[in-house]
């Protein structure tokens, strides 16, 4: 295992500048350039890299295996860079909200527990021009994990204690008001769920015998599954894409797995040349498909299952921890697809033996339960009505949003979806 610090997260693109309250006075808040991790076994180091000075303040809580807070006085973090990312090390996620006036707080869920070791700002200096926030972690119990934060830190007694008096997590991380919602956004209760239209801009798709294109029913229904799955206010859910765009099959697992998915859903219309064919039926990875899946991830470098970067680990291990993400997601995938199956069949016609296995490009993620569902056959006339009209795609969808529920609702089925949640400690 090394040491070496990692560089992840993404684009810091747009600016938001401080209003208010700062830190020099006249001064626009620091924008956050980075967030890096540098695991090493029983340490991780977290890096804020910043573009200027600014205040901050930490504190914890006993969420899961533990959960830190860095309180930024003054700091602009763009909006698509708030979403929960993968962390490193004992990191399991990281997110941001914005906190009033100018501030932003990141939130960091840790995978496994772990103290506060040091603590450091960084000028810039040494041919470095950031600031950079230097946490360190040390693996240790959560009693310690507690512990670490007053004793090292007696200025900040009074924000520990606020988060010690309030065992209720809202209270502990609700912001005033207006960023309610992005605070919500970062809670650990709200599972994430990947929509993917099938084909879309040059990609057609297949066409029914009144001209009907896979592609425009295919987004119709995400649509429709994605206010469905909003209004129950538990999911986050992301669309591959909300309108008539061309994306890649290949980049379309890799969308999944950086939205941190904990479930994924592929939404195609089928096709045959015998016309009287119909029916939903539900596609999940094949054997074939999961060894393709583990040479692609290796191909590609994509070596994240389980929130790990498994390149930190040597070849032997990597393919244990590849195979055991891989399995856990077949089952989750299968024990969903089945669900999925139950709540359709009552709901719309199904073909013969509908949950079936194949060697699909867009299932392949390793660590992302995943599911292709064609929902009819757009080559049958009546399907192909069905596939235009809102109201069947409504019902339709709300039947996978039940399946969705169920899914998540099992805690068996959890268990073995709750794939980032350490089934490799
Ligand atoms: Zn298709």
Known sequence: ???????????????????????????????????RFGPGGETTRIVFDLD??????????????????????ALAVSAGDRNFKPGKGHILRFGFAAAQPSGARAVLEFRRSAKIDKVFMLEPGGGVAKHRLVIDLQSADKSE???????????????????????ALPNLVAPPSPTQKEVKALSADRRIVVIDAGHGGADPGAQGQSGTFEKTVTLAAALSLAETLKKSGRYEVVLIRDDDSTIKVETRDTHARKANADLFISLHANAIDEQAVRGAS??????????????????????????LDLEEWDHDVADILL??????????????????IDKLSRKTPML???????????????????????????????????????????RTMEAVAEAIDAYFDDPGLQR???????GAQ
């Open 1 to 35: 295992m090394t040491a070496k610090i990692f560089k992840i997260g993404g684009f810091w693109g747009l600016r938001a500048l401080a209003v208010g309250y700062c830190l020099l006075a006249g001064a626009e808040a620091a924008e956050l350039l980075e967030v």
């Open 52 to 73: 200027g000075a600014t205040e901050y303040t930490i504190s914890g809580d006993e969420t899961g295996a533990g959960r830190l807070l860095v309180d930024f006085a």
């Open 282 to 307: 539900v596609y999940t990875l094949s054997e074939k498909g999961s060894a393709r899946s583990a040479t692609l991830a290796k191909a590609e470098g994509e070596f994240h299952a389980y929130g």
């Open 352 to 394: 013969n033996r509908s949950h079936r296995e194949a060697d699909l490009r867009v299932l392949l993620a390793p660590d992302v339960p995943a599911v292709l569902l064609e929902m009819a056959f757009i080559s049958n006339a009546k399907d192909e009505a069905n596939l235009n009209s809102p109201a069947w795609r409504k």
């Open 323 to 340: 195979d055991k993400a891989q399995d856990k997601t077949i089952t989750a995938s299968s024990n969903f697809a089945k669900g999925l």
């Open 416 to 422: 073995q979806a709750a794939n980032r949640a350490g």
């Open 145 to 167: 994990f507690l512990a670490s934060l007053p004793q090292r830190y007696p200025d900040l007694a009074a924000v520990i204690e606020k988060a010690t008096a309030e065992p």
